[in-house]
């Protein structure tokens, strides 16, 4: 290898019975191989490893967050690429939640690890998995291992923002505040944006929504976070596949009393069951639009209720801003659904938001405007790739 070309960046994702993974070369963005490890812990368990455009799918039982990791550095021997000829430079491990005193993606170690693990509490779902997945990878590749954290991009929120009025010395015991989630994405699609326009990010004023199966808006303004919407866990905000996002937080209390639902019980019906699933049965909109052309109620009224929520949104965020630029969706969602874009951004033009309803028809992979020529506020939709900017994080600090 040439002393110029940093070598690839392995990627790891680590949810609690999953596992994703990419070794991508930062520079060049070129992705060597992926994989994706499933129903870590359970009786069965699958493994898919793509290499070449090819995927190698094995079912196997994968009992832990170790066995991952040995059967990723399998899935590499077997089907490639040799991970010593490659030589990796670093690893990039994404972890849900920095809490209050990480922002900087850091090198690991550790005593890093052991404070991210005390972090849990803030992120129950997610923080313990990336643990165990660090754990793991550590004592596999002998290289840096780079945490870079979905927080980081709103850790510089205005305070205004950031702060639940609820009792301040409450508040300060147990660091409830709004921390925002995604960072990674919704930082990496702001750059992209003004590349691809060719203006300086610091001349944008951006009102971002990643729409996956998670959803969360932000507001950006020259490149920084003014605003989002998911705050102390990623409940809150918009409606998202199975998360009810925004609610009166009195449901909790009355769901308690009056349907003699658990804690526990409320958390799950709030997270797993809520949302689109919640609203018409479905989570994935490529069903939805499907039942709403054959004209299905619940289906539209989930649409509807999807959208209300976006402008809603929008609305406050461009307001925040004082002056829009921008509207940019990404992931899933956002790259995809022309029938959500259109009930976000339709019906505007006051507002100077003109959308073009042909340019938002187009089905592409590519970065695109979908707003007309003439329109006061550009439209796009970018691509994200949280692998990406995480890989390219990673090299950065690892040099
Ligand atoms: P996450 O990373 O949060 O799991 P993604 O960003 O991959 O989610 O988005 C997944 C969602 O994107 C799916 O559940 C589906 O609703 C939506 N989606 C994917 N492809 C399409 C499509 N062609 N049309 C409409 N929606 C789509």
Redesign the pocket.
């Known amino acids: 290898m040439s002393g110029a070309a940093a070598g690839p960046v392995l990627v790891i994702n680590s949810g609690s019975s999953s596992l994703k993974y990419q070794l991508v070369v930062p520079d060049t963005a070129e992705v060597l191989a992926s994989g994706l490890i499933e129903q870590i812990g359970e009786p069965t368990g699958r493994v898919t490893h793509t290499v070449g455009g090819q995927s190698h799918v094995q079912e196997v039982a994968v009992a832990d967050h170790g066995a991952a990791l040995s059967s990723l550095r399998e899935q590499f021997a077997l089907h490639g690429p040799d991970l010593d000829e490659v030589g990796i430079a670093a690893v990039g491990h994404r972890v849900v939640h920095g809490g209050p005193d990480f922002s900087d993606p850091v090198i690991i170690d550790d005593a890093l690890l052991a404070e991210i693990e005390a972090l849990s509490p803030l992120a129950p779902l997610h923080n313990p998995a990336a643990v165990a997945g660090i754990r793991a990878a550590r004592a596999r590749f002998h290289v840096p291992h780079v945490a870079v954290f979905d927080t980081a991009f709103f850790a510089g929120l205005p305070e205004a923002a950031r702060t639940y009025a609820i009792r301040a010395e409450l508040a300060a015991e147990h660091k409830i505040n709004k921390y925002g989630f995604h960072g990674t994405s919704h930082e990496y699609v702001s750059g992209q944006a003004a590349q691809e326009l060719g203006v300086p990010v610091e001349d944008l004023n951006t009102v971002i929504f990643h729409l996956?199966?998670?959803a969360s808006a932000s507001a950006v303004r020259g490149g920084r976070a003014i605003e989002t919407s998911m705050g102390l866990t990623p409940l809150q905000g918009l409606v998202m596949?199975t998360r009810s996002g925004d609610i009166d937080p009195s449901i909790y209390m009355f769901l308690h009393d009056v349907a003699q639902m658990s804690i526990a019980e409320i958390d799950t019906e709030l997270n797993k069951r809520s949302g689109l699933k919640g609203l018409c049965g479905d989570?994935?909109?490529?069903v939805i639009?499907d039942r709403i052309d054959r004209g299905d109620a619940a289906a539209q009224r989930a649409l509807e209720v999807y959208a209300h929520r976006l402008r809603h949104y929008l609305g406050g965020y461009a307001f925040a801003l004082g002056r829009l630029d921008l509207v940019v969706f990404t992931?899933?969602?956002g790259e995809?659904?022309g029938l959500v874009r259109a009930a976000a951004t339709s019906g505007l033009e006051h507002f100077g938001l003109h959308l073009d309803s042909e340019r938002n028809s187009v089905r592409s992979k590519q970065a695109r405007i979908i707003s007309t020529d003439a329109s006061p506020v550009t439209i796009m939709v970018v691509p994200t790739n949280e692998e990406l900017a995480i890989a390219r994080k990673a090299q950065k600090l690892v040099g």
Not at 283 to 286: A, L, S, V
Request: proline share 0%; hydrophobic share 20%; net charge negative.
């Open positions: 996956g199966n998670g596949g989570n994935d909109f490529r639009e992931a899933g969602v995809n659904s």
